[in-house]
């Protein structure tokens, strides 16, 4: 059974960075390897959205309102994908989760932007 955890956030002032970490387990290799994985967040009130998305072949993308400052990563090795959030701002607050092959969601990380 494959489990996502993510974890690192936490209560931070604008301007500030947080980073980010998503370990997966119970899945193979292969199917890691082989597996896009993306960062979503959910502010209160709103829908999730989509903040980042890293492909098997390493292709990144994000949404346009974090282009610039949130850097996206993965290491098939360790079976992890980090999410490095610089300059942060108050519109940035919310839960953040991990998901994995669009199918595998982790529980999520709260993430305060607040002076």
């Known amino acids: 059974q494959v489990q996502v955890v993510e974890s690192g956030g936490g209560l931070v002032q604008p301007g500030k960075s947080l980073r980010l970490l998503c370990v997966v387990s119970?899945?193979?290799?292969?199917?890691?390897?082989?597996?896009?994985l993306a960062w979503y967040r959910q502010a209160p009130g709103n829908q999730r959205e989509l903040v980042a998305e890293i492909t098997r072949w390493g292709r990144i993308t994000y949404t346009e309102n974090v282009q610039g400052r949130f850097i996206m990563s993965r290491d098939d090795m360790k079976y992890t994908t980090d999410l490095q959030m610089n300059n942060l701002s108050t519109d940035d607050t919310g839960v953040y989760y991990c998901?994995?092959?669009?199918?595998?969601w982790g529980q999520g990380t709260q993430v305060t932007v607040s002076s």
């Open positions: 119970g899945i193979s290799p292969y199917k890691f390897g082989t597996s896009d």
């Open positions: 998901n994995v092959a669009k199918t595998n």
